[in-house]
Nanobody
Framework: QVHLVESGGGWVRPGESLHIACAAS????????VGWFRQVPGKEREALAC????????KYADSVEYRFTIYRDIGSGTVRLLMQNLKPEETAIYYC???????????????????WGQGTQVTVSS
């Protein structure tokens, strides 16, 4: 059983940056694909970024590439998402997820992930 917990969410002003983190128990987070997603009420879950199990291959959604960075934090054993230049429309609940498959490269598709955290709220407003 894999238990995921997101942390670091909160309120920021437009244009500011925020780090959020994904921690896991029950599995080694660094041996699986990890993805970050967000969702607002009434809308579909949106894939943002993923980090492949090899720790190097990454994918980003067009809407966040060059602003968001997914990376492993070795010291804490977490997978983090640095979000820069945040916009009000990016207010959402942010989720991390783990794909237990052996596909070589992660996918930006919610259906490819089996385990999900409960999410952390990010609010971008002035």
């Amino acid at each position: 059983q894999v238990h995921l917990v997101e942390s670091g969410g909160g309120w920021v002003r437009p244009g500011e940056s925020l780090h959020i983190a994904c921690a896991a128990s029950g599995s080694d987070l660094f041996t699986h694909h990890v993805g970050w997603f967000r969702q607002v009420p009434g809308k579909e879950r949106e894939a943002l970024a993923c980090l492949s199990l090899d720790g190097t291959e990454k994918k980003y959604a067009d809407s966040v590439e060059y602003r968001f960075t997914i990376y492993r934090d070795i010291g804490s054993g977490t997978v983090r998402l640095l979000m820069q230049n945040l916009k009000p429309e990016e207010t959402a609940i942010y989720y991390c997820a783990v794909d237990m498959s052996t596909r070589p490269i992660c996918e930006l598709s919610a259906g490819s992930y089996q385990y999900w955290g409960q999410g952390t709220q990010v609010t971008v407003s002035s």
